[in-house]
Nanobody, 122 residues
Framework: QVQLVESGGGLVQPGGSLRLSCAAS????????IGWFRQAPGKEREGLACISIVDGSTYYADSVKGRSTISRDNATNTVYLQMNSLKPEDTAVYYC???????????????WGLGTQVTVSS
């Protein structure tokens, strides 16, 4: 059973940056991609970006395109999400998950990590 653990969240000022990490334990060979998602209080879970385990191709949602970069380290089975120019509306719990397809449609993904809180505030 693959387990995912997110880290790197915290409190950051508007305009700041964070790098989130998603460490996978166990084999991910049965999956196609790892994605990053977030969920703010009272809102639905939103897909942000994903990276293919197979060929490294990436996909970004419009909400983070141009200010975020997803990357992977195959040696450590870790996927990163670098986020820049953070805004208060980026405040949410950020999750990573394994998927069978490209894109960032949440129902296509699982298992999920427990999430890491990101708060953007001055």
């Amino acid at each position: 059973q693959v387990q995912l653990v997110e880290s790197g969240g915290g409190l950051v000022q508007p305009g700041g940056s964070l790098r989130l990490s998603c460490a996978a334990s166990g084999s991910t060979l049965d999956y196609y991609s790892i994605g990053w998602f977030r969920q703010a209080p009272g809102k639905e879970r939103e897909g942000l970006a994903c990276i293919s385990i197979v060929d490294g191709s990436t996909y970004y949602a419009d909400s983070v395109k141009g200010r975020s970069t997803i990357s992977r380290d195959n040696a450590t089975n870790t996927v990163y999400l670098q986020m820049n120019s953070l805004k208060p509306e980026d405040t949410a719990v950020y999750y990573c998950a394994l998927g069978m397809f490209g894109g960032v449609y949440p129902p296509d993904f699982g298992p999920w990590g427990l999430g890491t809180q990101v708060t953007v505030s001055s």
